[in-house]
């Protein structure tokens, strides 16, 4: 079958080629039907960007300027202004994370989810209506109805959240986009909309992309991650290798960084050293090196290509990809 979504060598430049922000820098993956794709990375390792290149929204001083993106056997990037707009919404559709910037807080909730379904469904106000009084159950909110009345700020960032999701899946999307769709909620309400989503995914069938700094939430959501540093897919594959037995040691020291409910026996948590420096330029090395336990020479003069490296589909872009789980095992018995 051929993937819903294929990305290739996807470029983002922010500002001049020589000294401005490549944001995203040689992106490939592939998403089929229905699958869960978690990207994840630090602040600034271009997750957003890559997202919002998907919907063909990103702006000045930021542009693409290189790769492919096809959508359903289309290519997004060649689509002109009519035809992106609408793919978006109807075939494509992108939750935020802050759902305030995102609801328009002068319509009321009713208003904003039958104008979507009457514009890019097609459907009757009456139609309309009644679809949205569904939509409002399906992600959780009580008494519909007479909520199709209130505005934005009527509702609490949870519920705010729900209505967010709504909207995002009112055309039934065959890919929906989740940018850190929980990080500005508590604990329980983050588990109840991740269900929502898993729910909806079920029955619409859509893929979907999953954003997140948060590596607990794309543990139990995702089917494949990919994990990005300074605008690079770093390491991706299968959800259980990338976690279980990591081959770029990016994906080593954001797992070591992340508290494991699963295994609160586990040592404690550990830091990546240093920052994250923003991409400039062509990648003539490893964007990582300077934080690396492991570096060698070779990784500050050749950029490593993201390749087969550990279980089947799993590929990491390291010069030690191989032998990074032994390599680790010597240092710490070294550290001991
Ligand atoms: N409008 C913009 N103008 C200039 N640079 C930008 C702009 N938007 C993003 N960037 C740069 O692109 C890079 C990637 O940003 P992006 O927002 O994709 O990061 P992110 O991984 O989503 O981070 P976060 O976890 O903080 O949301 C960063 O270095 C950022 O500074
Ligand atoms: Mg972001």
């Known amino acids: 079958m051929t993937p819903i979504l294929s990305?290739?060598?996807?470029?983002?430049?922010?500002?001049?080629?020589?000294?401005?922000?490549?944001?995203?820098?040689?992106?490939?993956?592939?998403?089929?039907?229905?699958?869960?794709?978690?990207?994840?990375?630090?602040?600034?390792s271009g997750k957003s960007v890559t997202g919002?290149?998907?919907?063909?929204?990103?702006?000045?001083?930021?542009?693409?300027?290189?790769g492919s993106i096809l959508f359903d056997g289309r290519d997004l990037l060649a689509m002109d202004e009519k035809e992106i707009r609408s793919v978006r919404g109807r075939e494509i559709s992108m939750i935020f994370q802050d759902p305030m910037t995102s609801l328009n807080p002068v319509l009321t909730i009713g208003r904003q989810l039958t104008e979507i379904l009457e514009v890019q469904g097609g459907l009757t106000p009456g139609q309309a209506r009644t679809r949205a009084v569904e939509l409002l159950a399906l992600v959780g909110i009580p008494s519909p109805e007479r909520r199709l009345g209130d505005y934005p700020h009527h509702f609490s960032g949870g519920m705010r959240q729900r209505v967010m999701i709504a909207?995002?899946?009112?055309?039934?999307?065959?890919?929906?986009?989740?940018?850190?769709?929980?990080?500005?909620?508590?604990?329980?309400?983050?588990?109840?909309?991740?269900?929502?989503?898993?729910?909806?995914?079920?029955?619409?069938?859509?893929?979907?992309?999953?954003?997140?700094?948060?590596?607990?939430?794309?543990?139990?959501?995702?089917d494949r991650i990919a994990v990005m540093y300074g605008g690079r897919i770093v390491e991706e594959g299968p959800t259980d290798p990338v976690f279980e037995d990591p081959r770029m040691p990016y994906t080593v020291g954001l797992l070591r960084s992340t508290?494991?409910?699963?295994?609160?026996?586990?040592?404690?948590?550990?830091?990546?050293?240093?920052?994250?420096?923003?991409?400039?330029?062509?990648?003539?090395?490893?964007?990582?090196?300077?934080?690396?336990?492991?570096?060698?020479?070779?990784?500050?003069?050749?950029?490593?290509?993201?390749?087969?490296?550990?279980?089947?589909?799993?590929?990491?872009?390291?010069?030690?990809?191989?032998?990074?789980?032994?390599?680790?095992?010597?240092?710490?018995?070294?550290?001991?």
């Open 167 to 222: 909207i995002a899946v009112a055309c039934r999307p065959k890919l929906l986009i989740a940018d850190e769709p929980t990080t500005a909620l508590d604990v329980t309400i983050q588990a109840q909309i991740l269900d929502i989503l898993k729910s909806l995914q079920k029955e619409i069938g859509m893929a979907l992309i999953l954003i997140t700094h948060d590596l607990g939430i794309v543990a139990g959501m995702a």
């Open 52 to 66: 919002l290149s998907l919907l063909r929204l990103i702006s000045k001083p930021g542009r693409v300027i290189g």
């Open 259 to 336: 508290p494991r409910l699963d295994r609160p026996e586990e040592r404690r948590l550990r830091p990546i050293r240093g920052l994250p420096v923003a991409p400039r330029g062509e990648a003539r090395f490893c964007r990582f090196a300077p934080r690396c336990d492991l570096v060698e020479p070779v990784c500050t003069r050749e950029a490593p290509q993201l390749e087969a490296a550990g279980a089947e589909g799993q590929r990491a872009a390291c010069h030690f990809a191989e032998r990074v789980p032994e390599l680790l095992h010597t240092q710490e018995e070294a550290a001991q």
């Open 7 to 44: 990305v290739s060598d996807l470029k983002v430049q922010f500002g001049s080629a020589e000294n401005g922000v490549r944001a995203v820098d040689d992106v490939s993956f592939a998403l089929e039907r229905g699958e869960t794709l978690g990207i994840v990375g630090e602040s600034g």
